[in-house]
C-alpha cells in the first residue's frame, strides 16, 4: 500500500512528522544550504510514480463511511465448539485517517473492552497484504489482530475491517510532547522504544520474513504507563523475494532510506533499519534528522550529513543507476551533529544504522545485543515512577523459534 507522503496510517493519529520545517542552525553545520546546481539534472525514484500504475497502493482515499459516532457495528465471529459468536461495537470516534481508509476507535459492548477498527476499501485493482501479514505475527511488540470481518455498503463496495488492540499514544506524539516543553524525551524512554523497535523488526525480519516498509513514528505505538511499544501497520508490508522486483516509492520521505530514492526495486530488509536509525536519532535530536522537502531534497539532506557517497556505495544501492551528478561534500562528523552531552554508544548505534551500503547495516538482532542497550539489560533499572520495565527479554511466549538475545 503507498501511504500519502504526509499522512500517518498509525490508528492514533494522521500528523505527518516531529517536525515539517528545517533547523536553520543545522543546515549550516553540515556544510550546505542551498540545492547544488548538479542535483537539480539527476534522475532518481522522486513523490510521483512516474507515469505508471502502481499496483501496490491501495488507491482511494475513504471518507469516514460507517463509523460515525455512536453507530453499532454487529459482527459474528468464531465461538466456542466452532459456533459463530456474535459481537457488537460502538464506534467512539474516528483516530487516524489516509490513503488506507480510515481507523476508529470502538468498544465491544459484550465485554468493554476498547479496540482500534482499521476499515479498508477492498479495490480489485491492489494488492492487500495487510490481513495475510497480520495473520501470521504473534509478537508482544507488534499489535495484536483480534479478529476481522467485512462489510458492504448500499453501492455494493466490499471493506476489510481489523479488529486490533487499542493502544492510545504513539512515538510520534510522545516526541511531540516534550518538543512542545521544549525538552528531549529521557534517555531511558529512547532506549526503550529503540530497544522494542529492533525487537519488533528482529521478529518480523527474521521468523516472518516480512519487510515493513514504513517504519516512523506515527506507526509505533506506546502504552504511556508501561512505556511497551508496538509497532503497528502492516499496510505496506510484504514479503521480500530475491530477484523479484519491488516498488521504489514506499516509506514516508523522511525514513526512506536512500536505495529507495535511487530507484532500487530489489531492496531487502535494510530499509527498515535505515528507518530506525532515523527515528533513533530524531528522538536524540528533537527533530526528523533528514527533512526533505521532496525526493531530490531527501537525498540532500542525507548528503549534507552523511557525505556524498562514493561509486562503490551506489552500486551497493542500485547496481542499475548510472549518474553521478554529485557535489562533493564531506561526511559531517556525527559527534559535532549530536553534541558533548549525547552518551557515544547512541551516537555509534546511529552510526551503525545510517550507511550507505544496505549489507553494511547491522541486523536488527545486532542492534538489540548494542551496549547503547546495556541500561535494560541491568535488572535494577526501573521506570521513573518506580514500575518495572516493560517485558524485554523473554522470547518464549511470542518469538516463536526466535533466540534470546544477550549483551
Not at 466456542?80 to 465491544?108: I, L
Not at 458492504?152 to 476489510?160: A, S
Not at 552523511?306 to 562528523?333: D, V
Request: hydrophobic share 35%; proline share 6%; aromatic share 8%.
Amino acid at each position: 500500500m503507498r501511504v500519502d507522503q504526509e499522512s500517518s496510517s498509525s490508528h492514533r493519529d494522521a500528523e505527518a512528522s516531529t517536525s515539517t520545517s528545517k533547523n536553520p542552525g543545522r543546515t549550516e553545520e553540515a556544510g550546505a544550504d542551498i540545492l547544488p546546481k548538479e542535483m537539480n539534472e539527476m534522475t532518481i525514484s522522486d513523490d510521483k510514480v512516474d507515469g505508471h500504475n502502481d499496483k501496490e497502493s491501495e488507491g482511494v482515499i475513504v471518507n469516514a463511511n460507517g463509523t460515525e459516532t455512536g453507530q453499532i457495528i454487529v459482527t459474528s465471529i468464531g465461538g466456542q465448539n466452532g459456533k459463530p459468536k456474535q459481537v457488537s461495537y460502538m464506534a467512539e470516534r474516528v483516530v487516524g485517517t489516509g490513503s488506507f481508509g480510515v481507523v476508529f476507535q470502538a468498544k465491544c459492548l459484550e465485554t468493554g473492552e476498547t479496540v482500534a477498527i482499521k476499515k479498508v476499501l477492498q479495490d480489485k485493482r491492489y494488492k492487500n497484504r495487510e490481513l495475510q501479514t497480520m495473520q501470521l505475527l504473534d509478537h508482544p511488540n507488534v499489535v495484536q489482530l483480534k479478529h476481522h470481518f467485512f462489510s458492504t455498503t448500499e453501492r455494493g463496495e466490499v471493506y476489510l475491517n481489523l479488529v486490533l488492540e487499542y493502544v492510545s499514544e504513539t512515538v510520534y506524539r510522545v516526541a511531540k510532547y516534550y518538543n512542545r516543553m521544549n525538552q528531549r524525551v529521557p534517555i531511558l524512554h529512547v532506549k526503550l522504544y529503540a530497544y522494542q523497535m529492533c525487537r519488533a523488526l528482529a521478529y518480523i525480519h527474521r521468523v516472518v520474513g516480512v519487510c515493513h516498509r514504513d517504519i516512523k513514528p506515527q506507526n509505533l505505538l506506546v502504552n504511556p504507563h508501561t512505556h511497551q511499544l508496538k509497532l503497528c501497520d502492516f499496510g505496506s508490508a510484504k514479503k521480500l523475494v530475491p530477484g523479484e522486483p519491488n516498488i521504489s516509492y514506499i516509506c514516508s520521505r523522511y525514513y526512506r532510506a536512500p536505495e529507495l530514492i535511487f530507484g532500487a526495486t530489489e531492496y531487502t530488509t535494510a530499509i527498515d533499519i535505515w528507518s530506525v536509525g532515523c527515528v533513533l536519532a530524531e528522538l536524540l535530536i528533537g527533530q526528523p534528522l533528514f527533512p526533505g522537502e521532496s525526493g531530490v531534497d531527501q537525498l540532500v539532506e542525507i548528503i549534507k550529513i552523511l557525505g556524498t557517497p562514493t561509486r562503490e556505495e551506489i552500486r551497493c544501492m542500485n547496481p542499475n543507476y548510472s549518474e553521478f551528478k554529485f557535489p562533493q561534500i564531506k561526511a559531517h562528523p556525527w559527534h559535532k551533529l549530536f553534541g558533548k552531552r549525547m552518551p557515544p554508544e547512541a551516537v555509534d548505534l546511529v552510526s551503525r544504522l545510517l550507511q550507505y551500503s544496505p549489507n553494511l547495516r547491522c541486523t536488527a538482532v545486532d542492534a538489540c545485543a548494542h551496549p547503547f542497550f546495556d541500561e535494560l539489560r541491568d535488572p535494577k533499572t526501573c521506570l521513573s515512577n518506580g514500575r518495572s520495565l516493560p517485558p524485554l527479554f523473554d522470547f518464549s511466549a511470542a518469538g516463536k523459534n526466535f533466540l534470546y538475545l544477550k549483551s
